[in-house]
């Protein structure tokens, strides 16, 4: 498509030559805000460059948080979690210097792995959500999915004859997020084949899981003790543990409310 240029144009032309234009060379950000921009510029004095600078910026800064937003979504969280929202008083077992570390990502740059052990309510799915989230943010291709769910699909795969396809396309994210393993027993042809996904990101790749179960009872998930032994080495080696305990304060807060609710 052609634009038209004109020397001398109207006030009323100009826009529409801009509109037109960031159409064409899809800068929705710089179409939304030229008009203001320009007037902004105006009252802060500001140059011809500075004025453009200002729009360039917005435009980057915009799809960089569009980016952000498309990794987020294509991760596949089942809600929103942040490390704003944690609430390390309610956890003291939880160290905010260590996760705040974590959230720099540098232990995904390196492929190293991640484990979140505890009991139910003591923030480990929480934490998970949200540090595969600031990776996303980070840059990095990130997948959640739940232990269970994940086995389902690698044993449909490989009864359909697309079992690498399957363990190729999750050894292509920078983070896989593993929720709720040690939740319910595998088979051996599960534990084999979550194994062979564990095995195709090792030192390449990080892994972030979250368990109920200490490593000590992982052998109620894992039956045959030589693979359990495997799973645990490829998922520890280089890695990062953190122990969020076993109180749950998600009950202390249920309970907490059920108690103001009494008194009131």
């Given amino acids: ?22 159409k064409v060379l899809r800068l929705p950000t710089v179409r939304a805000e030229f008009r203001d921009a320009a007037s902004r510029s105006a009252k802060d004095q500001l140059t011809y460059l500075g004025y453009l600078a200002e729009l360039l910026l917005a435009e980057c800064d915009d799809r960089a948080r569009r980016r952000s937003e498309r990794r987020i979504k294509a991760a596949g969280f089942p809600r929103d979690k942040s490390l704003r929202t944690f609430e390390y008083a309610a956890n003291p077992n939880i160290d905010p210097a260590v996760v705040n570390t974590l959230a720099k990502c540098e232990w995904v740059k390196k492929g190293q792995p991640l484990c979140l052990i ?27 999915t739940l232990a269970t769910k994940l086995v389902n699909e690698l044993v449909e795969a490989a009864d359909d004859k697309q079992l690498a396809k399957t363990i190729a396309r999750y050894g292509r994210v920078d983070l896989l997020c593993i929720d709720e393993l040690g939740y319910m027993e595998l088979d051996r042809k ?59 304060y998600r009950f202390a807060q249920t309970r907490a409310r059920a108690e103001q609710a009494g008194a009131g």
Wanted: aromatic letters at 6%; charged letters at 20%; hydrophobic letters at 40%.
């Fill in 118 to 144: 505890g009991d139910s309510g003591t923030g480990k799915s929480h934490l998970l959500i949200a540090l595969g989230t600031e990776a996303a943010m980070a840059g990095h291709r990130v997948r959640y």
């Fill in 1 to 22: 498509m052609t634009l038209p240029r004109q020397r001398g144009m109207t006030e009323q032309a100009a826009d529409t030559a801009i509109d037109q234009a960031c």
């Fill in 190 to 248: 599960g534990a084999e084949l979550l194994f062979q996904v564990l095995t195709e990101r090792e030192e390449k790749a990080s892994v972030a899981i979250a368990s109920n179960e200490a490593f000590g009872g992982w052998t109620k998930t894992f039956t045959d003790p030589r693979l359990c032994a495997a799973i645990v080495d490829r998922l520890t080696f280089g890695g990062n543990i953190i122990e969020t305990g076993t109180d749950s």
